[in-house]
């Protein structure tokens, strides 16, 4: 975990369950979870944040990679489309099993139908939503 997070290698478990639920960063978590491929843009995760400015959801994921609760994935050249994302945000596998074990993933399955029944989404983020990720 790095110190630029604010969070660190000696940080305990209960330390790190309160620095996930700070109320942004949750949001951002339960975001991720709740797209269809676990691997929102930058700008899908703004759209659906739109109380938080841009630059507060970028802070707030930057926080989180530092903790090691979230990777940034990125299409290889080759992939990238003009006009489309090309960086996305997931959760690590130590961040999964962390939210896994201390019982963070429980609304999982109704994040992802409550994604789903969103019916004013921008045609700019339905375009995103399309976009092909990183295997």
Same mark, same amino acid.
């Given at each position: ?31 991720? $979870?709740?797209?269809?491929?676990? =691997?929102?843009?930058?700008?899908? &995760? ?7 400015? @841009? ?43 962390? $939210?896994?074990?201390?019982?963070? =993933?429980?609304?999982?399955?109704? &994040? ?7 019916? @004013? ?15």
């Amino acid at each position: 975990m790095d110190a630029g997070s604010g969070v660190g290698d000696d940080t305990t478990p209960r330390e790190l369950v309160h620095f996930i639920t700070q109320q942004t960063r949750f949001s951002l978590i339960s975001d991720i $979870l709740a797209h269809p491929q676990q =691997l929102p843009s930058m700008y899908e &995760l703004e759209e659906l944040n739109p109380s938080v400015s @841009d630059a507060t959801v970028y802070k707030h994921i930057q926080k989180l990679i530092g903790a090691g609760i979230v990777t940034e994935v990125a299409l290889d050249d080759d992939q990238r489309r003009q006009g489309y994302p090309w960086k996305f945000y997931g959760l690590t596998e130590d961040g999964r099993e962390f $939210l896994e074990t201390h019982n963070l =993933l429980a609304a999982e399955e109704t &994040l992802q139908q409550i994604y789903d029944t969103i019916a @004013d989404k921008p045609e700019k983020m339905v375009k995103y939503e399309n976009t092909p990720r990183p295997d």
